[in-house]
């Protein structure tokens, strides 16, 4: 029975899911328009890092309408506290100390990414107010190590223009989605987890994000 009520559980918050995704989606079409490119990269199943770049409070949302598959988002903790957010965040999400990953954050997405599921990450671990792209920390290179997984880096445009810094309401503007060709890792580098190799991989899912930077502007 208990199997059951879970199974039945999984599958109302997969349809919220989709559900929201498909009103997000209708809201930044009205709001200016929302273009999404490179779905195509996105390997349909099996364990996934989705590697955002992070300019305003409306990018995990986007990630999340954009996408073709369920994601598992990474938020600060402090945001399971806030109402409605907070349900939401407990549902979709796993929390991220604002210093550092904790290590029942990185055992849990690697569980997630082992289990076959779809985690993002935005590895700047703050928003951008110039629209630079920040360093990296070692968090996303070490979740994907250990859960021997490909990276797929992606690019988001505009969501800074439709939510700036202080604003409190959206403003219209066009957004946009691109995701860049997944990052695979060879048998030797899984096998050598060291620290300088966490953030080197950290470093080369950046490169890439800005690569594709490059590419849209």
């Given at each position: 029975?208990?199997?059951n009520?879970?199974?039945k559980?999984?599958?109302?918050?997969?349809?919220?899911?989709?559900?929201a995704?498909l009103?997000?989606?209708?809201?930044?079409?009205?709001?200016?328009?929302?273009?999404?490119?490179?779905?195509?990269?996105?390997?349909?199943?099996?364990g996934?890092?989705?590697a955002?770049?992070?300019?305003?409070?409306?990018?995990?949302?986007?990630?999340g309408?954009?996408?073709?598959?369920r994601?598992?988002?990474?938020?600060?903790?402090?945001?399971?506290?806030v109402?409605v957010?907070?349900w939401?965040?407990?549902?979709?999400?796993?929390?991220?100390?604002?210093e550092r990953?904790?290590?029942?954050?990185?055992?849990?997405?690697?569980?997630?990414?082992?289990?076959?599921?779809?985690?993002?990450i935005?590895?700047?671990?703050?928003r951008?107010?110039?629209?630079?792209?920040?360093e990296?920390?070692?968090?996303?290179g070490?979740?994907a190590?250990?859960?021997?997984?490909?990276?797929?880096?992606?690019l988001?445009?505009?969501?800074?223009a439709?939510?700036?810094f202080?604003?409190?309401?959206?403003?219209r503007a066009?957004v946009?989605?691109?995701?860049g060709?997944?990052?695979?890792?060879?048998?030797?580098?899984?096998?050598?987890?060291r620290h300088?190799?966490?953030?080197?991989?950290?470093d080369?899912?950046m490169?890439?994000?800005g690569?594709?930077?490059?590419?849209?502007?």
């Amino acid at each position: 029975m208990h199997y059951n009520i879970s199974k039945k559980i999984k599958k109302e918050m997969g349809l919220i899911y989709r559900f929201a995704a498909l009103i997000i989606r209708l809201i930044f079409h009205i709001n200016g328009g929302l273009v999404v490119k490179g779905s195509e990269n996105i390997p349909l199943e099996g364990g996934v890092i989705i590697a955002f770049n992070h300019l305003s409070f409306l990018d995990p949302l986007l990630a999340g309408a954009a996408l073709p598959r369920r994601a598992t988002f990474m938020a600060r903790r402090e945001l399971f506290n806030v109402p409605v957010l907070g349900w939401m965040a407990k549902h979709y999400a796993l929390p991220v100390d604002k210093e550092r990953f904790l290590p029942s954050t990185v055992k849990q997405s690697v569980k997630r990414l082992r289990g076959g599921e779809v985690v993002v990450i935005f590895p700047e671990g703050m928003r951008s107010k110039t629209g630079e792209l920040l360093e990296a920390g070692q968090g996303v290179g070490m979740i994907a190590l250990h859960g021997n997984v490909p990276i797929v880096p992606a690019l988001i445009t505009g969501s800074n223009a439709a939510l700036p810094f202080d604003a409190r309401w959206l403003k219209r503007a066009k957004v946009s989605v691109i995701f860049g060709k997944p990052i695979y890792f060879s048998k030797g580098e899984v096998a050598d987890q060291r620290h300088s190799l966490y953030k080197d991989i950290s470093d080369k899912v950046m490169y890439n994000i800005g690569r594709l930077q490059k590419r849209s502007a």
